[in-house]
Every structure is written in C-alpha cells, then in structure tokens.
C-alpha cells in the first residue's frame, strides 16, 4: 500500500530527466520528489538493452525502498529498454515512461516532414518502430547526435562546442522539417543550439509536459495526490559533487 506523502521517484541516466522534473513541479507543486540520475553508468544510449534493463530495474528498486508511490522514467532510452520489465515487476505502484512526442508532432502536423532526435538505442527498439505505425501519415526522419548528452552531463550545452557538435548532424535538416522531437530527455538543454541550427520554421516538441500531465492523472486516479510542503531531493550514482550542483543549475536554467 501506498500513501500521498511518499515520494515521487524520478529517474534518469543522468542530469537529462531534470527536463521532466521541472515540468512535473510545474503541474504537481506540492509533491516531495527523489530525483536520482545515474550519471556513473550515462549514456545510456550505446549500452545493450540487457545493460539498460537491469540499470533501470536497480534503481527503481533502490527508489522503491527509499518509499516512493510513483515513478517516472524520465529517460527514453529506459523506458524503451525496462518500462514492461518494471510494470511487471512492480505491479502495485503508479509507473509512467517517457517516449518520443510522435502524437504532438502528429496532431500538429498530421502530413508533417518531421525529424526525431534519439539515442541508439531508442531508435532501434521495438517500441519505437511500434510508435512509428501508429502514424503514417508523418515522414520521419531519425537523428542521432553523438556526444550531446556528454555535453549536457558536463554542463557544456549553451558553450560554442554544442553549436560545432550539432552543426554537421543538422545542417543537412536546416530550414526542411515542420518539427523535431527531442526523444531524449538530454536535449531540451541545448534548444538553443538545435533551434538555431534547423532554422525558425522547425518547431522543438518534447514528450516532458505530456508525461508530468500522465503522471498527475494516474496520482489523481489512484488517490494519491500529496497536498504539500513539496520538496526536492537530488541525488546521483557519481561520486563527483560538482554533479549535483550542476543538477540543481539545470533545474533553475530557463529552456
Ligand atoms: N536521457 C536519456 C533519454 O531520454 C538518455 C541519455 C543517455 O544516453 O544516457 O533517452
């Protein structure tokens, strides 16, 4: 059994679920959120899906018995690689993943020319080529981009080197796409270098508001919505401290 003052566990590979987070506190002020990135082990992204599921099961369990009445996976790439294991495995507490925002692309731009920013590892999935079927009239266009969610875990994402990482991934895209959906929870760091990048007529979408908004109503629908004082707790798998400063930045930084 769960109880409203427990916490909500929210999880990431790294610094990139502070994106979510942030939106979770924007429609759920008064919750107390354990937020724990697992900056060790990140990316995520290149690893194998057996890599990644037991990454994600570990910390789920670690947040679990810290007392948490929801989790959040806030990492694409985990919800692609663990989100039916951990459904399973844990049966009785509220779990939402993050995927890529292919609706919102679609129902903005139900013929649109769209680009989708992912690791690897998402891309690849099952999960995602699902996802992919459920709306064909949309072109899409898949995008890695190697090493951005290095610069972000370094804090490195609003610097010139963000600008010359992305300009040869998406100078070939510039001016051509009605959209782009961020699929890692990362990328919503460096908006302004990807904005800047394809050019004012590409719109950015990501799935974080969409998922703060899954979360409330499943907490609602479960009778589990806390009324406050909320709080924030930062915790992280590296033993480096800089690495919770830096979360804390991220989560104050205006997107
Ligand atoms: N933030 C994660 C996502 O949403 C993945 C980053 C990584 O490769 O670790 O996909």
Same mark, same amino acid.
């Given at each position: 059994? !769960?109880?409203?003052? =427990?916490?909500?566990?929210?999880?990431?590979?790294?610094?990139?679920?502070?994106?979510?987070?942030?939106?979770?506190?924007? *429609? /759920?002020?008064?919750?107390?959120?354990?937020?724990? +990135?697992?900056?060790?082990?990140? @990316?995520?992204?290149?690893?194998?899906? %057996?890599?990644?599921?037991?990454?994600?099961?570990?910390? &789920?369990? /670690?947040?679990?018995?810290?007392?948490?009445?929801?989790? *959040? #996976?806030?990492?694409?790439?985990?919800?692609?690689?663990?989100?039916?294991?951990?459904?399973?495995?844990?049966?009785?507490?509220? #779990?939402? +993943?993050?995927?890529?925002?292919?609706?919102?692309?679609?129902?903005?731009?139900?013929?649109?020319?769209?680009? *989708? /920013?992912?690791?690897?590892?998402?891309?690849?999935?099952?999960?995602?080529?699902?996802?992919?079927?459920?709306?064909?009239?949309?072109?899409?266009?898949? #995008?890695? &981009?190697?090493?951005?969610?290095?610069?972000?875990?370094? +804090?490195?994402?609003?610097?010139?080197?963000? =600008?010359?990482?992305?300009?040869?991934?998406?100078?070939?895209?510039?001016?051509?796409?009605?959209?782009?959906?961020?699929?890692?929870? !990362?990328?919503?760091?460096?908006?302004?270098?990807?904005?800047?990048?394809?050019?004012?007529?590409?719109?950015?979408?990501?799935? +974080?508001?969409?998922?703060?908004? %899954?979360?409330?109503?499943?907490?609602?629908?479960?009778?589990?919505?806390?009324?406050? @004082?909320? =709080?924030?707790? /930062?915790?992280?798998?590296?033993?480096?401290?800089?690495?919770?400063?830096?979360?804390?930045?991220?989560?104050?930084?205006?997107?």
């Amino acid at each position: 059994m !769960h109880t409203k003052n =427990e916490y909500i566990g929210v999880f990431d590979s790294g610094l990139g679920g502070i994106s979510v987070l942030k939106e979770l506190v924007k *429609v /759920m002020p008064r919750e107390r959120y354990l937020y724990f +990135g697992d900056s060790a082990n990140a @990316p995520y992204g290149n690893r194998t899906t %057996e890599q990644i599921r037991a990454l994600t099961l570990s910390a &789920a369990d /670690m947040l679990l018995s810290r007392g948490c009445k929801a989790l *959040v #996976i806030a990492c694409n790439t985990a919800t692609a690689a663990a989100i039916t294991a951990l459904r399973c495995a844990y049966p009785d507490t509220v #779990i939402v +993943g993050i995927e890529p925002a292919l609706k919102v692309a679609a129902d903005n731009f139900p013929q649109g020319n769209i680009g *989708v /920013m992912a690791t690897a590892l998402t891309l690849r999935e099952e999960k995602f080529h699902q996802q992919l079927e459920r709306f064909p009239g949309l072109q899409v266009s898949a #995008i890695r &981009a190697p090493g951005l969610v290095e610069l972000v875990e370094q +804090g490195l994402h609003n610097t010139p080197q963000a =600008e010359t990482l992305l300009e040869p991934v998406l100078s070939p895209y510039r001016g051509r796409l009605d959209a782009v959906v961020l699929g890692c929870t !990362h990328y919503p760091f460096a908006k302004k270098a990807i904005g800047k990048l394809l050019g004012e007529k590409t719109v950015l979408l990501d799935g +974080g508001a969409g998922t703060a908004r %899954e979360t409330l109503r499943r907490l609602t629908n479960a009778d589990l919505l806390y009324d406050g @004082p909320g =709080e924030i707790q /930062m915790e992280n798998s590296s033993p480096d401290p800089a690495l919770i400063a830096r979360a804390m930045a991220l989560l104050e930084e205006d997107q």
